[in-house]
Nanobody
Framework: QVQLVESGGGLVQAGGSLRLSCAAS????????MGWFRQPPGKEREFVAL????????PYAASVKGRFTISRDGAKNSVYLQMNSLKPEDTAVYYC????????????WGRGTQVTVSS
């Protein structure tokens, strides 16, 4: 089992910034991927960004590319999402997800953290 705990959400004005954190604990093997997803009000959950704990490419959703940056701290089994130039359409519950390297689906999810961007 892997547990994920997100933090850092909140209310911010458009144009502002927030930094989300996600800490993983439990049965963690040496290589894995962690991603950020979000679910806007009344919509389906969508991909935001992904990072491998061992490095490599970091794909982003087109809607956040250039504004959001995902990063990692392997020693802490943590990932972060720096969100700049926030827009009201970024309002959503943000979820952290975990998958072991080589797996296509995410086996573990956090409970989510609310991000609200006011206009």
């Amino acid at each position: 089992q892997v547990q994920l705990v997100e933090s850092g959400g909140g209310l911010v004005q458009a144009g502002g910034s927030l930094r989300l954190s996600c800490a993983a604990s439990g049965r963690i093997f040496s290589t894995y991927d962690m991603g950020w997803f979000r679910q806007p009000p009344g919509k389906e959950r969508e991909f935001v960004a992904l990072i491998s704990i061992s490095g490599g490419s970091t794909p982003y959703a087109a809607s956040v590319k250039g504004r959001f940056t995902i990063s990692r701290d392997g020693a802490k089994n943590s990932v972060y999402l720096q969100m700049n130039s926030l827009k009201p359409e970024d309002t959503a519950v943000y979820y952290c997800a975990f998958r072991e390297t080589g797996h296509t689906s995410y086996g573990y999810w956090g409970r989510g953290t609310q991000v609200t961007v006011s206009s």
